[in-house]
C-alpha cells in the first residue's frame, strides 16, 4: 500500500505546482511513511508516498522511470505475481534494476501497454506517463481493491488525480464544491456509490477500468467487466477447484519482504485464509460488555492457539467509537455509515503495531454467495405464492409503518428487484430520504433507477447471478474495499484479499447457483473446501460480520443527547427536517423502533460535513 497525486497541465507545469505537489503528497503521508518521492516536467507532477514491501532500499522508491528515461510510474498496490512476468520481460531483453514490482508494472507496460493488465494478479492503481507521446495512462484494478480519484473542477484547468480527494484540496486551484445531489442517493445506500463523489466534479476512477489521456483528450475504456459463467461439473469437483486455487493464491500473496498477519474473526473466510496463510500473529476486535453478540475474538484467538499462533485482540466502546469518528470520517474522504468502519479503524491500529501488512477475507461473500440478502426463508418462499399485485399493496401500506421485522418482510416480498436489492444496504426508502431531505436536495439519482438499469443490462441471469453482479459494480468497491483501505491506510497498513485474485473469481464465476446457496446453506463449494484445513465449527459458522452495537447505544442518555444536539444543529437544519430526525431518534429511544441505521446514517454525514465543510 502507497499513496500519490498528480497535476497534469500540457505544456504548462510551472514552480508553483511543484510546491502543491509536495503539499499535497504531505496530506497522504499516512499511506506511505517510509518515504516520499517527486518527479515534474513542463506538463506533469507525481508526489508519492511509499509504504515499503519489497525491495526495502531506496531502489524501490517512486517515481521509478524506464531505462531510456522515456517512462514514469507512480504505482500503489501489490502485483503478486510479478516475479513470473519478470521472468517473461527478462526473456523479451529487459533488464532489471531493483527487485520491486514496480519496476515489473513499468517495465510491463512498455512492452505491453494497456495489455499488461491481462497479466496481472494484484491490486492496484497506477499512472505512467510517457515523457515522449506525452501521454498519461491511468489504471484501477479488476475489483477496485485500491482507490483512484481525478476531477478538472479546478481554478486554472489543471487535472488533477490521486489516491484520496483530501489531497485535492491542499492545491489551491481545486474548487472545493459540496455536490448537493450525492446526499439522497447515500441516504438511501450509506455511502458514496456512484462515480461522482461528494465533491462535485470529482470521480472515481471505476474497478476495471482505465484513462488515456493525451493533448487533454480523455478516453475511458473498461478492461474488466464481472461475469458469471457456470460449468456443469459435480459438487466434489468445484470444492476441488475451490481448494487448489485458494491455497495457490494464498502462497502468491504471501510474498513480502515485510511482516505480515491475519486479520481473524470467527467466521469461515477469515478463518480459511488464515488456516492457509499460517501467519505468526493474528488480530481480531470485539466490542465490551457484548460477548454474546459483538466479540468474536475468542473464537479467533480459540483457532489461533489450535494453530500455534498468537492472536492480539482490541475491545472497544461507546466513547471510542464516537470519539473516533471524526477521524473516520475525515479518513474515508467521504461519508460512510457503514457501522463496521468503526471496528476496522481499530483493528487496523491494534495490527500496525505489529506488522506491516495483514491477508483479509473480504470479496468471499460477493463472489461464493455468503450474504443472506442473496437467500430466501422458507416464510418469504410462501409468501411470494400470492399474487404480486396483492403483495405490492401491501408493500406501500408497509412504508408507513414503524420499522420492524413485519415491516421489512413486506417491503421485500412486494418488491420488485430493482426495488428488492439495490446491494447488500438499504437504509432510507427513495420517498423517506425525500421526506427528511430539504426540497433543493430532493433532485438526485433514484438508488432503484439506477439498480432497474444495471439489471437491464444482465438480462438472462439467474437472480442470485444479478445480485452479485450488483454487488461488484457498487457495493464491494464503494463500500466494502473503499473501507478497508481507507480505514487501514490511515494507520500504514496494507490489507491482502486473496479471495479478489483473478484465478478466484475465474473459479468462483463457474460454480452454478446450487453449489452457492441452497435453503439455509451459503456459500456451500467454499465451506466445504474450507473444511479441509479448519475444523467444522469454523467453516460451518453462519456469517457474523461486524456487528456494532449501536441500538443499545442510542438508547443511553449520554449517546442520545449527543446524537440529538447534531440532529438540531445549523448544520443539519441546512440539510433537513430536523423535527423528522428528532422524531425518529426519540421513536428509538423510547423502544417503539428500531431506527439505529436511519440516525446513524445521518449522523455520520453530518459529522463528515463538519470535518470537511467546517473544521478544515
Known amino acids: 500500500m502507497c499513496g500519490y497525486v498528480g497535476i497534469y497541465k500540457p505544456n504548462s507545469f510551472t514552480k508553483e505546482d511543484d510546491e502543491f505537489l509536495k503539499v499535497m503528497s504531505e496530506e497522504i503521508q499516512h499511506r506511505g511513511p517510509d518515504s516520499d518521492g517527486y518527479f515534474s516536467d513542463d506538463s506533469i507532477g507525481f508526489g508519492f508516498r511509499r509504504l515499503a514491501f519489497l525491495d526495502l532500499t531506496p531502489n524501490g522508491r517512486q517515481p521509478l522511470f524506464t531505462d531510456d528515461k522515456k517512462k514514469v510510474i507512480c504505482f500503489n498496490g501489490e502485483i503478486y505475481n510479478h516475479d513470473e512476468i519478470r521472468q517473461e520481460l527478462i526473456k523479451e531483453g529487459y533488464t532489471f534494476h531493483t527487485k520491486t514490482d514496480t519496476e515489473v508494472l513499468l517495465k510491463g507496460y512498455d512492452r505491453y501497454k494497456e495489455g499488461v493488465l491481462d497479466k496481472l494478479r494484484g491490486m492496484f492503481a497506477f499512472s505512467v506517463w510517457d515523457l515522449e507521446e506525452k501521454e498519461l495512462f491511468i489504471a484501477r484494478d479488476f475489483f477496485g481493491i485500491k482507490p483512484m480519484y481525478y476531477t478538472q473542477n479546478t481554478k486554472d484547468g489543471s487535472f488533477l488525480f490521486g489516491s484520496e480527494i483530501k489531497a485535492f484540496l491542499k492545491n489551491p486551484n481545486f474548487n472545493k464544491e459540496f455536490n448537493e445531489k450525492a446526499l439522497k442517493p447515500f441516504l438511501t445506500n450509506e455511502y458514496s456509490a456512484y462515480e461522482e463523489t461528494f465533491f462535485k466534479g470529482v470521480y472515481k476512477l471505476e474497478a476495471g477500468h482505465y484513462l488515456k489521456i493525451k493533448d487533454g483528450n480523455m478516453e475511458k475504456v473498461q478492461y474488466f467487466k464481472p461475469y458469471m459463467k457456470p460449468t456443469n461439473k459435480s459438487l466434489d469437483e468445484y470444492v476441488e477447484d475451490v481448494e487448489n486455487v485458494v491455497k495457490e493464491t494464498v502462497d502468491l500473496y504471501k510474498r513480502s519482504h515485510s511482516p505480515l498477519g491475519c486479520f481473524l474473526s470467527g467466521g469461515v473466510d477469515s ?91 473480504e470479496g468471499a ?44 418482510f413486506l417491503i421485500k416480498g412486494g418488491s420488485e428487484l430493482h426495488e428488492e436489492f439495490i446491494g447488500q444496504a438499504k437504509v432510507f426508502e427513495p420517498e423517506h430520504a425525500d421526506a427528511i431531505l430539504k426540497p433543493e436536495y430532493r433532485d438526485a439519482q433514484n438508488p432503484f433507477d439506477v439498480a432497474k438499469r444495471f439489471y437491464k443490462s444482465v438480462q438472462g441471469k439467474t437472480k442470485l447471478q444479478k445480485m452479485q453482479l450488483l454487488d461488484m459494480k457498487y457495493w464491494l468497491p464503494g463500500n466494502i474495499l473503499l473501507k478497508g483501505d481507507k480505514m487501514s491506510s490511515c494507520s500504514s497498513l496494507e490489507v491482502r484479499t486473496p479471495f479478489l485474485d483473478p484465478k478466484v473469481y475465474e473459479v468462483a464465476a463457474s460454480i452454478p447457483d446450487n453449489y452457492k446457496i441452497d435453503g439455509d446453506d451459503f456459500k456451500i463449494a467454499l465451506r466445504k ?47 433537513f427536517d430536523t423535527d423528522a430526525l428528532v422524531k425518529l431518534l426519540d421513536d428509538h429511544y423510547h423502544e417503539r423502533a428500531m431506527n439505529q441505521r436511519y440516525i446513524w446514517t445521518v449522523y455520520a454525514f453530518l459529522i463528515w460535513y463538519r470535518e470537511y465543510f467546517i473544521n478544515r
Open 271 to 361: 478463518s480459511y485464509i488464515f488456516s492457509l496463510a499460517q501467519t505468526d500473529e493474528t488480530f481480531s476486535v470485539g466490542f465490551k460488555d457484548y460477548d454474546k453478540d459483538y466479540n468474536e475474538t475468542d473464537l479467533a484467538r480459540e483457532l489461533s492457539e489450535i494453530k500455534g499462533k498468537q492472536n492480539y485482540k482490541v475491545l472497544i466502546d461507546a466513547d471510542d467509537c464516537f470519539d473516533a469518528l471524526p477521524q473516520i470520517q475525515y479518513y474515508m474522504d467521504e461519508p460512510h455509515a457503514n457501522l463496521s468502519a468503526v471496528p476496522m479503524y481499530f483493528l487496523s491500529k491494534l495490527a500496525r503495531e505489529h506488522v506491516k501488512g495483514v491477508l483479509s477475507g
Open 365 to 408: 461473500d460477493e463472489l461464493f454467495g455468503g450474504y443472506f440478502s442473496y437467500g430466501e426463508t422458507a416464510n418469504m418462499h410462501k409468501y411470494r405464492k400470492l399474487p404480486f399485485g396483492l403483495r405490492h399493496f401491501l408493500r406501500k401500506r408497509a412504508l408507513n409503518m414503524k420499522n420492524g421485522r413485519a415491516r421489512k
Open 529 to 575: 473446501a474450507a473444511e479441509k484445513v479448519m475444523p467444522p465449527d469454523w467453516s460451518n459458522r453462519k456469517k457474523v460480520g461486524f456487528p456494532v452495537p449501536i441500538r443499545y447505544w442510542l438508547r443511553e442518555d449520554k449517546y442520545y443527547n449527543m446524537v440529538k444536539e447534531e440532529i438540531t444543529s445549523d448544520v443539519a437544519k441546512k440539510f
